[in-house]
C-alpha cells in the first residue's frame, strides 16, 4: 500500500515557468487536499477536493490550479511561478475530513524553489 | 475564523523526562482534533484523533486531552526518548468538515 505519492520531490523552476505537482492515493479516498507550509506560517489550505470533478479554493488559491478527474489523482498546477511560491507543498488524503474524524494521510512532501 | 496556537515553538528537554505539548484553538464548536508528528523533510503523520465527545486518546508513551470549553489541547509524552525529536501540530476542521486548520506546531528536542 504506497499511500500518498507526491512528486517529483525537488524542482527549481524559474519565474514565470509553468509545472505540475502530481498527487495519487491508492486508498480509494474522497478527500484530497494540498497545503503550502511556510516557517512561521504552518501548514496553509491551497485547494481541495471532496470526490471526482469537485474541487475547491483554500486559503491561499491564488496562482495555482487544480482538477479532479479520477478518484486516485489531484495534480496541483502553478500557473506562472513566482519567487513568492517558493515552498513545500504536501498531498493529503482521508475518508472524510472533520466531523467523521478520519484520519489525514500526507505524502512526503514536494520542496519548490522560484528563482 | 479558526486559529489554531502552539506553545511554545520549540522545546528542549532530557530524556527521560515526561512533557506536555499545548494546542489552544478560538473556536470551540470543533468536531474533532488531531494531532500530528512531523520528522525533518518529511511529510506529517496521524498520532491522534479526539473527537468531539471525547476527553482523551491514549496510544502507547501519548496521551492527547481535548478540552472544548476552554478551547484547548495538550498532547502529554511519557519518558520522552530521542526517537521523539519532531515537530508535533495540531488540527481542526473549519467551517463545516471539508477544511483543516493546522497551528504552528512545537519543535521537540529530546536530549540523550
Known amino acids: 500500500n504506497a499511500g500518498v505519492t507526491q512528486t517529483p520531490k525537488f524542482q527549481v523552476l524559474k519565474t514565470g515557468q509553468s509545472m505540475t505537482l502530481q498527487c495519487a492515493q491508492d486508498m480509494n479516498h474522497e478527500y484530497m487536499s494540498w497545503y503550502r507550509q511556510d516557517p512561521g506560517m504552518g501548514l496553509r489550505l491551497i485547494h481541495y477536493?471532496?470526490?471526482?470533478?469537485?474541487?475547491d479554493q483554500g486559503e491561499v488559491p491564488n496562482g495555482y490550479n487544480v482538477s479532479r478527474s479520477t478518484t486516485e489523482d489531484f495534480p496541483l498546477r502553478l500557473l506562472s511561478a513566482a519567487p513568492s511560491q517558493t515552498s513545500v507543498y504536501f498531498c493529503?488524503?482521508?475518508?472524510?475530513?472533520?466531523?467523521?474524524?478520519?484520519?489525514?494521510?500526507f505524502g512526503e512532501g514536494s520542496w519548490l524553489t522560484v528563482v | 475564523k479558526q486559529e489554531v496556537t502552539q506553545i511554545p515553538a520549540a522545546l528542549s528537554v532530557p530524556e527521560g523526562e515526561n512533557l506536555v505539548l499545548n494546542c489552544s484553538f478560538t473556536?470551540?464548536?470543533?468536531?474533532?482534533l488531531q494531532w500530528f508528528r512531523q520528522d525533518p523533510g518529511k511529510g506529517l503523520t496521524s498520532l491522534l484523533l479526539?473527537?468531539?465527545?471525547?476527553r482523551e486518546q491514549t496510544s502507547g508513551r501519548l496521551n492527547a486531552s481535548l478540552d472544548k470549553s476552554s478551547g484547548r489541547s495538550t498532547l502529554y509524552i511519557a519518558a520522552s526518548q530521542p526517537g521523539d525529536s519532531a515537530t508535533y501540530l495540531c488540527a481542526v476542521p473549519v467551517g463545516g468538515y471539508q477544511k483543516v486548520t493546522f497551528g504552528t506546531g512545537t519543535k521537540l528536542q529530546v536530549i540523550p
Open positions: 493529503a488524503s482521508s475518508y472524510s475530513p472533520g466531523v467523521s474524524g478520519n484520519t489525514i494521510y
Open positions: 477536493s471532496v470526490g471526482a470533478g469537485i474541487t
Open positions: 479526539i473527537q468531539s465527545s471525547q
Open positions: 473556536d470551540s464548536a470543533i468536531y474533532n
